[in-house]
């Protein structure tokens, strides 16, 4: 392969984008994994909520782009899609709910189970709607901001995507300050730290842990329709490719921080988007010299490894992660 064109600017910047785009679904999984493992619960079933709102996000999206309903919801299609899958992400997280803090079932098992049970409701919902794979949604087109957007380079770097890639960055501020700068945000940190004597202040923590679980999995969905709806335009068996169990590994190299998981994000969206154009340029040559396209598919979870492996032995997680309360062990 001719490594020249790598090193072409054009090629940079085309790398860059594309790995900002790639970094959103997971990173919106990352931010609701925060939230809900501040509260002391470990929610190991990120793959199979993703999916379940990726098949959710796309069906309601592609119904009402080619249904009866077409007409009345117009370009509103997608953001519905969006929702949708947020929705479908919580009725899995209040299952993870039920199964760890009401049933006290053993959290790793819960999230295990999880991702099967999620795997099996998506393709079978998909199967029974679809006889074929060629269904497709339109999407959300992408926003230039005036002026910002006209500036050389920086303007195609950072003022050019769809609306998810600035609604994402948003929430990245807004987890921050819900988390380190509310009542609330104190409150749900403290449950996963000290819940008894979160509890005796007058604060319900299963109570606290069912909304941080269910605001987790709400984010984790719409990372899944994210891929779907806006990205890929799609659905297919197994289209989430892992990126719930990286979600879970970025929290932890994160230390739990929002911020840290943007450039946590940012560098799987980076590697992820360098194997695909590497993979392409290989394809085109086919020549001496070509990496196999297995390497460059486990490039981004390599350096994902490479990632957890350098926070290795911090113990910045909460007190409480994993554990079950019941005040009658209190």
């Given at each position: 392969?001719?490594?020249?064109?790598?090193?072409?600017?054009?090629?940079?910047?085309?790398?860059?984008?594309?790995?900002?785009?790639?970094?959103?679904?997971?990173?919106?999984?990352?931010?609701?994994?925060?939230?809900?493992?501040?509260?002391?619960?470990?929610?190991?079933?990120?793959?199979?909520?993703?999916?379940?709102?990726?098949?959710?996000?796309?069906?309601?999206?592609?119904?009402?782009?080619?249904?009866?309903?077409?007409?009345?919801?117009?370009?509103?299609?997608?953001?519905?899609?969006?929702?949708?899958?947020?929705?479908?992400?919580?009725?899995?997280?209040?299952?993870?709910?039920?199964?760890?803090?009401?049933l006290h079932v053993d959290q790793v098992i819960a999230g295990v189970t999880l991702v099967l049970f999620g795997h099996g409701l998506a393709d079978?919902?998909?199967?029974?709607?679809?006889?074929?794979?060629?269904?497709?949604?339109?999407?959300?087109?992408?926003?230039?901001?005036?002026?910002?957007?006209?500036?050389?380079?920086?303007?195609?770097?950072?003022?050019?995507?769809?609306?998810?890639?600035?609604?994402?960055?948003?929430?990245?501020?807004?987890?921050?300050?819900?988390?380190?700068?509310?009542?609330?945000?104190?409150?749900?940190?403290?449950?996963?730290?000290?819940?008894?004597?979160?509890?005796?202040?007058?604060?319900?923590?299963?109570?606290?842990?069912?909304?941080?679980?269910?605001?987790?999995?709400?984010?984790?969905?719409?990372?899944?329709?994210?891929?779907?709806?806006?990205?890929?335009?799609?659905?297919?068996?197994?289209?989430?490719?892992?990126?719930?169990?990286?979600?879970?590994?970025?929290?932890?190299?994160?230390?739990?921080?929002?911020?840290?998981?943007?450039?946590?994000?940012?560098?799987?969206?980076?590697?992820?988007?360098?194997?695909?154009?590497?993979?392409?340029?290989?394809?085109?040559?086919?020549?001496?010299?070509?990496?196999?396209?297995?390497?460059?598919?486990?490039?981004?979870?390599?350096?994902?490894?490479?990632?957890?492996?350098?926070?290795?032995?911090?113990?910045?997680?909460?007190?409480?992660?994993?554990?079950?309360?019941?005040?009658?062990?209190?």
């Open positions: 392969m001719d490594w020249s064109q790598v090193l072409q600017w054009g090629f940079v910047i085309a790398l860059v984008t594309a790995g900002i785009r790639l970094a959103v679904p997971v990173l919106l999984a990352v931010l609701g994994e925060i939230i809900t493992e501040r509260s002391g619960i470990l929610n190991l079933g990120l793959e199979g909520i993703m999916i379940v709102g990726a098949a959710g996000g796309f069906m309601t999206a592609y119904y009402l782009e080619t249904g009866p309903l077409a007409g009345l919801a117009g370009s509103w299609s997608a953001w519905l899609g969006l929702g949708a899958g947020m929705l479908a992400g919580m009725a899995m997280g209040l299952l993870m709910a039920v199964l760890s803090i009401t079978y919902f998909y199967r029974l709607q679809f006889s074929s794979l060629t269904a497709r949604v339109t999407g959300l087109e992408q926003i230039s901001i005036p002026l910002l957007s006209d500036i050389p380079v920086l303007g195609e770097l950072l003022f050019r995507y769809d609306p998810t890639v600035y609604l994402t960055v948003f929430l990245v501020f807004l987890t921050w300050f819900f988390l380190f700068h509310t009542t609330w945000g104190l409150n749900i940190r403290s449950i996963g730290e000290h819940p008894a004597a979160t509890e005796t202040s007058g604060i319900n923590v299963n109570l606290g842990r069912y909304a941080a679980t269910l605001i987790g999995a709400g984010l984790a969905g719409l990372g899944g329709a994210t891929l779907t709806v806006v990205q890929l335009g799609l659905f297919r068996e197994g289209i989430t490719a892992g990126r719930g169990w990286i979600a879970v590994a970025l929290v932890i190299f994160a230390r739990w921080r929002p911020g840290l998981a943007l450039v946590g994000a940012l560098l799987f969206g980076l590697a992820d988007a360098l194997q695909f154009r590497i993979q392409a340029l290989s394809q085109v040559e086919r020549g001496v010299g070509t990496l196999p396209y297995e390497f460059l598919l486990m490039l981004p979870y390599l350096l994902t490894l490479i990632a957890l492996l350098y926070r290795r032995g911090r113990r910045d997680a909460p007190a409480a992660l994993g554990i079950p309360y019941t005040q009658d062990s209190h």
